[in-house]
């Protein structure tokens, strides 16, 4: 609540939960504001004992009892860091949409579509972006 104090003094702005449609693509004008801070910790302690109180945070976080059928509590920040780690494992996936619209960019560029990089494992609809953590390098068949 702070953090939207500060963000929006003049209280124009909507509370989280008025915002009904967060998602719709910019069809409606969704009144957000955002607030970020950045503060050094070692004004206040040093670096290690920071950390090592942040992990013991985590650590309290995760062992707290679990409602039937959740078999995890997240600290924010760690489902996004799973999925760059499964992603750099095992590529990117892109939807069909996503596909289309990254070939219409890359017609407008002048350059080959996605769709028409055909060789196994490169990229296109529901195909790797990056295997094994490395960037795949499609062609077009011939090289």
């Known amino acids: 609540m702070a953090d939207q104090i500060i963000a929006d003094p003049a209280g124009e702005l909507k509370v989280p939960l008025a915002i009904a449609f967060r998602y719709d693509e910019g069809k409606r004008i969704q009144d957000l504001g955002h607030f970020f801070a950045a503060v050094d910790v070692t004004t206040f302690m040093p670096l290690d004992e920071f950390r090592a109180r942040m992990n013991q945070l985590v650590r309290e976080v995760h062992s ?10 997240y600290v924010p920040g760690e489902i996004e860091q799973e999925r760059i780690a499964e992603s750099q494992r095992t590529g990117l996936s892109l939807s069909a949409i996503g596909c289309a ?19 196994p494992g490169s990229f296109g609809a529901g195909h790797a972006v990056r295997e094994n953590g490395r960037e795949v390098r499609a062609t077009d068949g011939n090289g």
Request: charged share 40%; glycine share 10%; proline share 10%.
């Open 64 to 73: 707290q009892p679990r409602q039937p059928g959740v078999e995890r509590i």
């Open 101 to 119: 619209k990254l070939d219409r960019l890359a017609e407008r560029l002048g350059v080959t579509p996605l769709s028409g990089r055909r060789r």
